[in-house]
C-alpha cells in the first residue's frame, strides 16, 4: 500500500535499475545446480525461472483450437506483475470494511425468495439459462431433506476512479461481486509472497507496505470445516470442472492446502459433469455417491455458463448434486445472488433499505462505491445515455448478468451493439 499523499517512486525502471543481475543469476544457478540442471539465463527469463521454481502450481492449461482433448503438459504461467501495484491505502482499508456490508447484503439475497425473484423476473423472461436455474432453485426447496449447511466463497472486484489527475485523487468503485467458481484465491498468495521476495531484495523499506493476503488460508478453512461440518470422514470432496478446464494450478493449490490439513482419509476428486453422469447417483435418503464414494463436499468450479450445459444428461447431472445432502460451494441460491441485475438494484434507495433495515452505515457505505450502472433497454431507449455511449464509448462496459468473465463488450465495439 502507498501513503495517499505521496507520490510513489516505485516504477518499473528503479527496479529494473536496483536490480543485481549477477546476484539474481547466481540464485538461479544455484537452484539449477541443486535440482541437477545446468541453464543458461537472460535478462528477464531469470525472473521468470527463478519465480516458477520457487513458487510452482502458478500456471494454467494453455489449449489451441485443434485442441479436442486435454493436454496436461501445455502450460503457461498466470499474467503476474513482477512487483506489486501501488494502491492508495484508505481504499484499500475502506473494501476491507464494507466486505462485511457485502456479506450481509449476499446472504439476504440468497435466503430472500420473493425478493431474488422479484429482481429475477425480467431476466427469467428473455435468459432461458437462468430461468432453468430459477426454476431448478424452486424444485429443491420443495424435496423433504436438505443439506447440513451451505457455503459461499465471495470475491468482490473493484477499480479505482482517478478524480483529479493533478492530485492523483481516486475513489473505489464496486465492479462486480462473484459468488460462484471465484478463482485465483491460491494464486493471489503465491504473488504475494513473489512480491516479499522481490522487495526485500530490491526497496525492503517498502515491506511493511505490503498488506496480508489470507484470500488462499480463508478458501482452504471454509472449504475443511465444511467438509468436517458434514461428519463422515470417509466421505469425499467433489471439485466440479469445466471440460477442457484451464485453470488448473489455481485449483490444485488448493487441493494440496486442503491436503497439508493432514487428515489422511480426506479424498479429493477432480470431476466433470459428464463424469458425474457416469458415476454418480443418489440413494433414497438424498445421499450423493460417486462410484463407491459418499460425497461431503461439491466444490463448484462450472456450472456458471450455459457452455457447460450443452446436453440434458448435465442438466439432469446438476440437478441431482443441488438434489442432495452433500454440502454445496456454492449452493444454487447464492450463485442466483451473484447475478449482476442484484448489483444494478443497489442504486435504488429502496432496495438497499430492504437488504439493511436500521443499519444505515451499510446503505451510506455502498452507496459511497457504487459505480453508475444502466440497463441494455435504457441504452436504448433513453437517447441521453445512447449519446453519452456513442460519444464516449471507452467510458462504457456492457456485461452480462451471467457469471462468466465473457460476453463482455467495450470500447468502440460498444457503438456497434448500441
Known amino acids: 500500500m502507498v501513503d495517499n499523499d505521496k507520490t510513489s517512486k516505485f516504477t518499473l525502471e528503479n527496479i529494473i535499475h536496483n536490480l543485481d543481475q549477477n546476484e539474481l543469476n547466481s540464485e538461479c544457478q544455484a537452484w539449477a545446480l541443486v535440482h541437477g540442471k545446468s541453464i543458461d539465463f537472460e535478462y528477464l527469463s531469470l525472473i521468470l525461472f527463478l519465480f516458477f521454481n520457487l513458487f510452482p502450481g502458478f500456471v494454467q492449461r494453455c489449449f489451441t483450437q485443434e485442441d479436442n482433448t486435454q493436454n496436461d503438459s501445455n502450460v503457461v504461467p498466470y499474467p503476474f506483475t513482477i512487483y506489486p501495484s501501488p494502491f492508495p491505502c484508505n481504499e484499500y482499508e475502506k473494501a476491507c470494511q464494507i466486505q462485511y456490508g457485502i456479506n450481509i447484503f449476499v446472504q439476504h439475497l440468497a435466503f430472500d425468495t420473493d425478493l431474488m425473484d422479484s429482481i429475477l423476473k425480467n431476466l427469467v423472461e428473455c435468459d432461458p439459462f437462468i430461468r432453468r436455474l430459477r426454476n431448478i432453485y424452486h424444485q429443491i426447496q420443495q424435496l423433504p431433506y436438505k443439506s447440513s449447511i451451505e457455503t459461499c466463497i465471495i470475491r468482490t472486484d473493484y477499480m479505482l476512479q482517478q478524480l483529479n489527475t493533478f492530485s492523483e485523487k481516486t475513489k473505489l468503485r464496486l465492479i462486480e461481486l462473484n459468488t460462484i467458481a471465484v478463482g485465483l484465491g491460491a494464486a493471489a498468495k503465491l504473488i504475494q509472497e513473489w512480491h516479499k521476495r522481490f522487495l526485500k531484495r530490491i526497496q525492503p523499506e517498502l515491506l511493511s507496505k505490503l498488506p496480508k493476503n489470507e484470500s488462499y488460508d480463508l478458501i482452504i478453512d471454509t472449504l475443511f470445516e465444511s467438509w468436517k461440518i458434514y461428519n463422515n470422514s470417509r466421505a469425499i470432496i467433489l471439485f466440479v470442472i469445466p471440460e477442457n478446464e484451464f485453470n488448473i494450478g489455481d485449483q490444485m493449490l488448493i487441493e494440496k492446502g486442503l491436503l497439508s490439513y493432514g487428515n489422511s482419509s480426506l479424498l479429493i476428486k477432480h470431476v466433470t459433469f459428464f463424469d458425474i453422469c457416469r458415476y454418480g447417483f443418489l440413494d433414497s435418503k438424498g445421499i450423493l455417491y460417486f462410484g463407491d464414494f459418499e460425497v461431503a463436499l461439491i466444490y463448484y468450479r462450472s456450472a456458471y455458463d450455459p457452455k457447460h450445459f450443452y446436453h440434458e444428461d448435465i442438466w439432469q447431472a446438476y440437478i441431482m448434486l443441488e438434489s442432495s445432502r ?92 448500441i
Do not use: V, W
Request: proline share 3%; with cysteine; charged share 30%.
Open 326 to 417: 452433500a454440502i454445496k460451494c456454492p449452493s444454487l441460491r447464492y450463485h442466483l445472488a451473484g447475478m449482476k441485475c442484484f448489483q444494478l438494484a443497489l442504486i435504488e434507495k429502496n432496495f438497499l433499505e430492504k437488504i439493511f433495515q436500521g443499519h444505515e452505515k451499510y446503505i451510506d457505505d455502498f452507496r459511497d462505491i457504487i459505480e453508475e450502472m444502466f440497463t441494455i433497454d435504457q441504452a436504448i431507449n433513453d437517447p441521453i445515455l445512447q449519446q453519452r455511449i456513442l460519444d464516449k464509448p471507452k467510458s462504457f462496459y456492457l456485461k452480462q448478468s451471467r457469471e462468466g468473465g465473457t460476453y463482455s463488450t467495450r470500447k468502440e465495439s460498444m457503438k456497434e451493439c
